[in-house]
T-cell receptor, first 114, second 116 residues
């Protein structure tokens, strides 16, 4: 009965490196959402994906950030050339459909850029 | 404009007492969903309760209930019989829209401290 699995839980990157965050949704869930949480703030929506499709990326920064959810395997959030301002907790959530039901969150990946 | 407003940055409550965490929202959609999540110090997001905009009765889940006042656009969380383990950040959130793009918008959160 695995929930949403995110890895790694903690990630340290030097400025300029790439960060790859993985999210495996709950079994049977084909909708994935990524959120970013800065310290002492609420979660901010980044991107909503279904299998092989980006549905809404209105919260994604225009540069350096990308997301995918391939037919096989986990969803990946990629941040290229990380900067200190990218340090945050990144949460993934999944749901079985896109309607108004609760989404189940992973435990998050805490990215620290040094 | 703020879509979700939580006006209480921090709240204190005595153990075993009830506490209300405020949340107001703003939307022009007729169909939307309201959520409360708990985030303990360990960092994970725990779903607590959900209220659909067309639900006529207030949602309840164990010690959690949602005081939904649609005309006032408020969705306050009531925690009865507070426990020490309830100390955490609490986020109110709204999901709107019927088509694609069911993004959820979160409030800034309320930090609840339960005193022994």
């Amino acid at each position: 009965n695995a929930g949403v699995m995110q890895n790694p839980r903690h990630l340290v990157r030097r400025r300029g490196q790439e960060a790859r965050l993985r999210c495996s949704p709950m079994k049977g869930h084909s909708h994935v959402y990524w959120y970013r949480q800065l310290p002492e703030e609420g979660l901010k929506f980044m991107v909503y994906l279904q299998k092989e499709n980006i549905i809404d990326e209105s919260g994604m920064p225009k540069e350096r950030f990308s997301a995918e959810f391939p037919k096989e395997g986990p969803s990946i959030l990629r941040i290229q050339q990380v900067v200190r301002g990218d340090s945050a907790a990144y949460f993934c959530a999944s749901s079985p459909n896109g309607r108004n039901t609760e989404a189940f969150f992973g435990q998050g990946t805490r990215l620290t850029v040094v | 404009a703020q879509k979700i407003t939580q006006t209480q940055p921090g709240m204190f409550v005595q153990e075993k007492e009830a506490v209300t965490l405020d949340c107001t929202y703003d939307t022009s959609d007729q169909s939307y969903g309201l959520f409360w999540y708990k985030q303990p110090s360990s960092g994970e997001m725990i779903f607590l309760i959900y209220q659909g905009s067309y639900d006529e009765q207030n949602a309840t889940e164990g010690r959690y209930s949602l005081n939904f006042q649609k005309a006032r656009k408020s969705a306050n969380l009531v925690i009865s019989a507070s426990q020490l383990g309830d100390s955490a950040m609490y986020f109110c959130a709204m999901r709107e829209g019927q088509g694609g793009g069911f993004k959820t918008i979160f409030g800034a959160g309320t930090r609840l401290f339960v005193k022994a």
